[in-house]
């Protein structure tokens, strides 16, 4: 699946390392989708609340369905946010730019769920937008 056609498909969007510094990308990004209509869902175990949501400490605390989750963690910290992701029966896994992980990336793709690695989605969006 391309970033293009996930961007377009799904509206529900939890985000691991979400921060609550307007000055991050993992901030900046989640604001951007947020304001162009997509359902954000932070995950970050330091915050109760961000960008007006409620913030959850982990993915399986979660109550609603997940569509996406975009991932702001070093790529070695990668795999158990995937496994996490699994049990939630997610459609993608997006690990933001310079997020690599290859053998969590096999892992989900055997588990059914769509990939993206090394790949912004504000960026991505912005290109379907122009």
Do not use: T
Request: aromatic share 4%; glycine share 6%.
């Amino acid at each position: 699946m391309e970033p293009e056609e996930i961007l377009k498909k799904f509206r529900v969007i939890a985000v691991v390392g979400c921060s609550r510094n307007a000055e991050k990308p993992s901030h900046r990004v989640p604001a951007y989708l947020k304001e162009r209509g997509y359902k954000i869902i932070p995950v970050n175990p330091g915050a109760e609340e961000i960008l007006g949501e409620k913030c959850y400490p982990s993915l399986l605390d979660v109550p609603d369905e997940i569509d996406v989750v975009d991932i702001f963690r070093p790529s070695q910290d990668v795999g158990p946010v995937v496994d996490d992701a699994i049990k939630k029966d997610v459609k993608v896994v997006w690990m933001q730019s310079g997020i690599i992980n290859e053998k969590a990336a096999e892992k989900a793709r055997a588990a059914g769920l769509a990939v993206i690695m090394d790949k912004c989605m504000m960026i991505e969006h912005e290109k379907m937008e122009s």
